[in-house]
């Protein structure tokens, strides 16, 4: 085989495994009205899961806009009844800290 190929293959294969991944999309299940507060707040957590990781594959691997979009949609969608006196920061935090927990975001 050519060298010179080798040599571009030392370069080029590390970068491929750099290469944005996708990563898997959580099914989650609403709470019944009925539901325990446990079992609510597993399903708002299953549902930021679900947001960040759409997030996150649509903007390949943006984490930060990820985050964004999932405190927006929590602020607005659930700010009526669930988070009422929330503050966006607060939803921002937790949107970061479950980014964190699945691994696509990271503390520099």
Known sequence: MCRRYLVAAAFL???????FQPVAIPECRAADPDASVQETIDAAKCRARWLLAGAYNRTEGDAMSAVSECAGTFDEVLNHRLTEGVSHDELVVMCADTAMHMGIMKLD
């Not at 294969?13 to 290469?19: N, V």
Request: glycine residues 0%; aromatic residues 0%.
């Open 13 to 19: 294969i590390p970068a491929l495994s750099q290469a």
